[in-house]
């Protein structure tokens, strides 16, 4: 691979980018991937390395760790254990951008490990850019000192967050929410369901615990178990589960505990098909519940993490809500069962409140399918030509 600096020779600057990225968990490799879709299209020729998984790895980025080496959960034991790797990662990942000094590195989400990135190479007169504006709005209000001092500019995907970084200093984009143009504006319930091999009648449930080994071993056993309860209460019901593949032995071990087995359709990935094929979704809490709403489907948001973790998680909120379509929409929309809360016993009863609403309520899910749309509306825009605009101004700088 040709070095940095001879991809930053002024003779082929116009077409070349020499890019380093950091994209943690799947969510982070799906907005990175779509990202660099703008970048190719704009750079022909850019180099892209750092940290990414297999979506980005598709696009020709060359990973030198996987996004899983950063996949932590809350404050817990498991960040303890996992905390000095971490470290290190990020300890050599800086020193070789030091040395090799891409002409931007921009850090997709995961703001407690780029934003540490993003200020010692910003430091080091390396321009940084981060995609997707960390969650101010909703809790940990105090991080926005750290985006001013890490961040030349921030890539916003919800509209109202260039003003609010404005306030306080910090130059930013609104360059819409990748997943609205990716996921169509009128699903398609019947070709989902076909290529999913299920009945195009019927009740459909999809079930999705989380892409975290730490989400699947709090949540999956009362998503399974409220799962049982359903089954038996509608033994019509289809239930599909959607599993990244570093998780799916795990979530068939736990649906094998609660019996639910020989009842579910474990998927390799596939959550979209999956959301688009069901009539309401039982899901965790994050990027998940936005794709979900973004497919015009009912849900019911959970989460549950370790009580330390939990306590110091609701001492940092601001807002009443978790779930990203309700945070959006700025009510209840749908309903969040969230740690004691969420027994297998109300998640079952609250996702069958959906199922029975077109026979019982059928305005509730016109409501909520209309709540969606509009909000389908306002993130669609053709974020990657506007991020790699951004990229250009920040570059250009």
Not at 33 to 47: C, D, E, K, M
Not at 107 to 120: H, I, K, M, T
Not at 223 to 244: D, G, M, S, T
Request: charged share 20%.
């Amino acid at each position: 691979m040709a070095s940095f600096a001879d991809a930053s020779s002024p003779e082929s600057q116009s077409a070349s980018l020499s890019l380093a990225m950091v994209a943690g968990e799947a969510s982070g490799d799906l907005l990175s991937s779509l990202l660099l879709a703008g970048v190719q299209s704009r750079w022909p020729q850019v180099q892209a390395v750092g940290i990414g998984g297999p979506a980005m790895a598709a696009k020709g980025f060359e990973a030198w760790w996987p996004s899983e080496r950063l996949a932590v959960h809350g404050y817990s034991a498991e960040l303890v254990k996992r905390l000095w790797g971490i470290l290190r990662i990020r300890k050599q990942l800086v020193q070789r951008l030091q040395q090799q000094r891409p002409q931007l590195f921009v850090g997709v989400d995961a703001p407690d490990f780029n934003l540490g990135v993003e200020e010692r190479l910003r430091a080091s007169g390396i321009k940084t850019v981060h995609f997707v504006c960390p969650s101010i709005w909703a809790w940990r209000a105090e991080r926005v000192e750290k985006i001013r001092r890490a961040a030349d500019h921030v890539l916003c995907i919800f509209p109202f967050e260039p003003e609010l970084l404005a306030r306080h200093g910090i130059a930013a984009t609104y360059v819409g929410h990748p997943l609205a143009s990716v996921i169509p504006l009128v699903p398609d319930k019947a070709a989902a369901r076909a290529r999913l091999g299920l009945p195009a009648d019927g009740e459909v449930l999809a079930v999705l615990p989380g892409s975290r080994a730490s989400e699947v071993s709090y949540i999956a056993r009362p998503f399974f178990e409220a799962v049982a309860l359903l089954c038996r209460q509608r033994p019509q019901l289809k239930v599909v589960v959607p599993a990244v593949p570093a998780q799916k032995a795990r979530i068939a071990q736990m649906a094998q505990a609660c019996g639910v087995q020989g009842r579910i359709v474990l998927l390799d990935g596939q959550s979209h098909t999956a959301l688009e094929a069901c009539d309401c979704t039982l899901i965790a809490s994050g990027t998940a519940t936005l794709e979900a709403a973004l497919y015009k489907r009912p849900m019911v948001i959970a989460y549950h993490m370790h009580p330390i973790s939990w306590r110091l998680m609701r001492g940092k909120q601001l807002q009443p809500w978790v779930g990203l379509p309700n945070i959006l929409c700025g009510d209840f929309v749908v309903p969040e069962l969230l740690q004691d809360a969420a027994t297998p016993q109300a998640l079952a009863a609250a996702v069958a409140q959906w199922l029975d609403a077109p026979a019982h309520d059928p305005q509730r899910i016109v409501q909520v399918e209309q709540r969606f749309h509009q909000l389908h509306l306002e993130l669609r825009r053709d974020t990657a030509q506007l991020a790699a605009d951004a990229l250009e101004k920040v570059l250009a700088s």
